[in-house]
């Protein structure tokens, strides 16, 4: 990240004491020390330069995935920067960073306005002082992900499929991450050994049809890497798919290259599920790389995680989802975001995923709308959330409710044989039940219904 002017950056590869077999590539692509005096300039005009400098980076540089990630901003001083900090705003991260490190690629901090604090952005990447004021709320490990793990890094929980996790290494650390409890553990990727237990674990259970690939981020393991282990899998005659999670698509969408892409649609079917929360993330780079993927023959899904002052309006989410159709992503899950601990502060009311669920139906296309669910602790499961649309039901009929708030009435059909269900030899043989609204439909205005589209939830 040369600049002319100050700060001055300079970049140090830490070569990983890692125990792979893939040294050679330098996995993952080295670590970064950025060097600045802090008493250069004030803040703001700090800021302006490290912008200033990333607009001066050249586009073959910028389109280098290895590049970004090695230039990773991790501390207060390179933060500082780009952002705008009070002494009291570097003091209190200092503090936070210490319990929960940051990590944010200088694509992702390019998507910031650095002028504003609320900024949807920021609040992903940058660390709030909540963190830590708010931190005994919540656990630890509140999927009880560590309970269900039969051999380390492989998590099976339902009977068809597991979870591999390959490493804790992202090239963001989201400030709402679930296996936030991993970031103090160091930095590590699952040994060959490893791999092959979890392999052998996979290939004896015959039951298990679909294997997810996560961490931390797979894809921060080099191609060849990955492909050694999605090959292996692919191998076992009983998985039908693989799934990969990763954010990459959103915060360093470089990453998806051609040698990628080349490699995945040899070993289909696979899916991909990202994770983008905003519509400032959909930007042409990203665009670029779901595209790519779509074009390699791998679907592109989104699990969104609501989060508070990022995406908790319908207005939001419509937007967010609106805009993956338009790049090929389907919106696949809103989550709620889980119990977990230093993610206090971005958690929103139940109440309030129903409610953009119920303000976006009947407004977009069902295509646009994904599903909200629950994570429930202790390993429950997921729990998908929905608003009541129906109001009453019997055997014969529903009060079913609309989106306009509009209530009508829904013949029960009782299965294939009419015996019994007021037919006889195929006709209704007693009278049509009276319908309780009679034929007329009556408008009613169930709270949250009408206007919800304009409706803004907090809580
Ligand atoms: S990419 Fe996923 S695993 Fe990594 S920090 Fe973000 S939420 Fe956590």
Not at 414 to 429: D, K, T, V
Not at 435 to 459: E, I, M, T
């Given at each position: ?117 609320d900024d949807p952005i920021r609040k992903q990447s940058i660390p709030s002082i909540l963190e830590i004021t708010l931190g005994m709320m919540g656990c630890e490990d509140p999927l009880e992900e560590k309970r269900d793990s039969v051999v380390p890094g492989l998590v099976h929980r339902y009977p068809d499929r597991v979870l591999m996790v390959l ?293």
């Amino acid at each position: 990240m040369a600049t002319k002017s100050k700060p001055s950056i300079t970049i140090e590869k830490c070569a990983l004491g890692s125990q792979n077999r893939f040294e050679a590539e330098e996995e993952p692509p080295g670590e970064t020390v950025t060097m600045i005096n802090p008493e250069d300039k004030p803040p703001s005009s700090i800021a302006v330069s490290g912008y200033d400098a990333l607009k001066c980076v050249p586009t073959s540089t910028w389109k280098d995935w290895k590049w970004h990630f090695r230039n990773r901003i991790t501390n207060v001083d390179q933060l500082s920067q780009f952002i705008p900090l009070s002494f009291e705003e570097q003091a209190q991260l200092r503090l936070v960073t210490m319990r929960y490190p940051m990590s944010v690629t200088p694509y992702y901090l390019s998507l910031i306005n650095p002028d504003d604090p609320d900024d949807p952005i920021r609040k992903q990447s940058i660390p709030s002082i909540l963190e830590i004021t708010l931190g005994m709320m919540g656990c630890e490990d509140p999927l009880e992900e560590k309970r269900d793990s039969v051999v380390p890094g492989l998590v099976h929980r339902y009977p068809d499929r597991v979870l591999m996790v390959l490493t804790d290494i992202c090239p963001m650390l989201c400030r709402h991450c679930t296996r936030k409890r991993e970031w103090r553990n160091g930095n590590w990727v699952r040994n060959s050994d490893e791999i092959e237990a979890m392999v052998d674990y996979i290939r004896r259970h015959k039951a298990i049809r679909d294997v997810i690939i996560s961490g931390g981020d797979p894809l921060t393991l080099s191609t060849p890497h990955l492909e050694d282990i999605i090959s292996k899998v692919r191998s076992i005659q009983h998985v039908e798919i693989i799934r990969i999670g990763t954010r990459f698509p959103v915060v360093l969408p470089q990453r998806i290259d051609d040698e990628l892409c080349a490699m995945l649609s040899r070993y289909g079917p696979i899916w991909l599920n990202t994770h983008f929360n905003h519509y400032h993330e959909i930007t042409p780079e990203a665009a670029e790389a779901c595209d790519r993927l779509v074009r390699s023959g791998i679907p592109v899904n989104n699990q969104s995680v609501l989060l508070r002052g990022v995406n908790d309006t319908v207005e939001t989410q419509l937007k967010l989802c609106q805009g993956l159709l338009k790049i090929k992503v389907r919106p696949y899950y809103l989550f709620q975001c889980d119990e977990v601990q230093g993610t206090e502060h971005l958690r929103t009311p139940v109440e309030a995923g129903i409610k953009i669920i119920e303000g976006m139906r009947g407004h977009t296309s069902g295509l646009a709308i994904p599903t909200f669910v629950v994570d429930l602790p202790q390993g429950g499961g997921k729990v998908p959330l929905q608003p009541n649309y129906a109001l009453s039901q019997t055997k014969e009929e529903l009060i079913l409710r609309n989106y306009e708030g509009r209530l009508f009435n829904y013949r029960n059909p009782r299965g294939l044989s009419l015996r019994g269900n007021g037919y006889r030899n195929g006709r209704r043989a007693s009278p049509r039940p009276r319908w309780p609204l009679g034929d007329s439909r009556q408008l009613v205005l169930p709270v949250g219904a009408v206007d919800a589209d304009r409706v803004v939830v907090r809580s």
